[in-house]
């Protein structure tokens, strides 16, 4: 099922995932920087779902690669951002 097809319910599968970067970690020494990595990615995904900010991060991920909005450009170009 696709991210759009999935807009009133969870947009991803925490375990689906989970299960993904456990297979992914599996190819790297456990000691490595790449298998911490996934550690702490395996780890972020269940910490969203015990401190019920899921649905906040679904959102986040719903607006990523979309265009800024004029008050997100002001606020950067007050920054010095753009």
Do not use: P
């Amino acid at each position: 099922m696709s991210r759009k097809d999935k807009s009133k319910q969870q947009m991803y599968d925490t375990e689906e995932i989970l299960g993904v970067l456990q297979r992914v970690a599996e190819g790297y020494a456990k000691n490595s920087d790449e298998y911490k990595a996934l550690e702490i990615a395996a780890h972020g995904l269940l910490c969203l779902r015990n401190v019920k900010v899921q649905k906040d991060f679904e959102e986040y991920l719903g607006n990523v690669g979309k265009d800024l909005s004029a008050k997100q450009k002001e606020h950067l170009k007050r920054m010095g951002i753009l």
